[in-house]
């Protein structure tokens, strides 16, 4: 599976941003999604999931209310809305792909994901 995140850039507190993130190489319908991001000298950390079908979605504390994920499977990419920005949303956002198994819960943790794309920066102004 090969990832392509978008949309990323420099935009002042109180503004939003939509990322976008496109899958080829497997069924993207069979795929669970998430976005991650990496501030300098952090750890990688959960933003929010998406279930293979749309149905389920997950949201870390820090962003839940602000950002919103959503996937369009006929053209296999999802989003990322990001609504009332604030400095501490800088970083690095990666977009991950879970091949969704039975009976298995959506992952919200970066081990758990098979497949990474290669980042896109958001840096937000005070």
């Known amino acids: 599976v090969q990832l392509q995140a978008s949309g990323g850039g420099l935009v002042q507190a109180g503004g939003s941003l939509r990322l976008s993130c496109a899958a080829s190489g497997r069924t993207f319908s069979s795929l669970n999604m998430g976005w991650f991001r990496q501030a300098p000298g952090k750890e990688r950390e959960f933003v929010a999931a998406?279930?293979?079908?749309?149905?389920?979605?997950y949201y870390a504390i820090s962003v839940k209310g602000r950002f919103t994920i959503s996937r369009d499977n006929a053209k296999n990419t999802v989003y990322l809305q990001m609504n009332s920005l604030k400095p501490e949303d800088t970083a690095v956002y990666y977009c991950?792909?879970?091949?969704?198994?039975?009976?298995?819960?959506?992952?919200?943790?970066?081990?758990?994901?098979?497949?990474w794309g290669q980042g896109t920066q958001v840096t937000v102004s005070s």
């Open positions: 991950a792909a879970d091949a969704a198994k039975p009976l298995s819960k959506v992952p919200t943790t970066a081990r758990e994901y098979d497949y």
């Open positions: 998406i279930s293979w079908s749309g149905g389920s979605t």
